[in-house]
Structures are given as structure tokens and as C-alpha cells.
């Protein structure tokens, strides 16, 4: 069974940093696209980035495009979140999901990590 972990979240103050990690136990061509989605109190869960195998292909949500990275090593089976420049309306649970394909819809995600907190404070 695949697992999925996620770690690095915490708490820092606005216009800090921080980089979440996400590893899996296990990569393979039905799960081989790795995506970031968060959840804020009261609303839905949402897209935040996504990075296919090759690191080729990569989405992001328009509210983060410009501060936040993704990247994945596949030999060591780990995706990064580099997120700067936070905002306190970056504060969510943001969890780690594995896919087949490169969406941002949650729906297309079969995989998923039990999350990391990230809290901006102003």
C-alpha cells in the first residue's frame, strides 16, 4: 500500500518561509504525478501546485504562482514546497496527493497524506 507523508509545516510570520516535504513509499506510472492542495477552516480543499515525473510540467495556483516552487527528486522519492513570501491567507492543512494526471481537481488524486499545518501569523 502506498503511503504518502508530508512534513515542514509550522508556524512563522508573514513574508517568512518555509518548505514542506512530501514522501511517498512508492512511485509508479499510475501515481506518478505529485500535487499540493490545502485546506483552510470552512472552505474547500484546494490546488496549490502539481509536478509530473519528469519535472517537466508544472501548475499552480494563481494565488501562489509567483512565491511558491515545487520540485520533486524521484531517486529519493520526495516532492518539495518551497513557499515564500507567506501570507496569513496561506494559512491551511496542506496535504500531499499522488496521481496519474496532471489536474487540479483533488477528485483526480487516489493518494493522499494526512497533512501538515502551516500558520502565518501577521
Known amino acids: 500500500q502506498v503511503h504518502v507523508v508530508e512534513s515542514g509545516g509550522g508556524l512563522v510570520q508573514a513574508g517568512g518561509s518555509l518548505r514542506l516535504s512530501c514522501v511517498t513509499t512508492?512511485?509508479?506510472?499510475?501515481?506518478?504525478?505529485m500535487a499540493w492542495f490545502r485546506q483552510a477552516p470552512g472552505k474547500e480543499r484546494a490546488f496549490v501546485a502539481a509536478?509530473?515525473?519528469?519535472?517537466?510540467?508544472?501548475k499552480y495556483a494563481d494565488s501562489v504562482e509567483d512565491r511558491f516552487t515545487i520540485s520533486r527528486d524521484n531517486a529519493k522519492n520526495t516532492v518539495w514546497l518551497q513557499m515564500r513570501n507567506l501570507k496569513p491567507e496561506d494559512t491551511a492543512i496542506y496535504y500531499c496527493?499522488?496521481?496519474?494526471?496532471?489536474?487540479?481537481?483533488?477528485?483526480?488524486?487516489?493518494?493522499w497524506g494526512q497533512g501538515t499545518q502551516v500558520t502565518v501569523s501577521s
Open positions: 496527493a499522488a496521481g496519474p494526471a496532471l489536474q487540479r481537481s483533488p477528485s483526480a488524486y487516489g493518494t
Open positions: 509536478i509530473t515525473w519528469s519535472g517537466i510540467r508544472i
Open positions: 512508492d512511485l509508479s506510472e499510475s501515481r506518478d504525478v
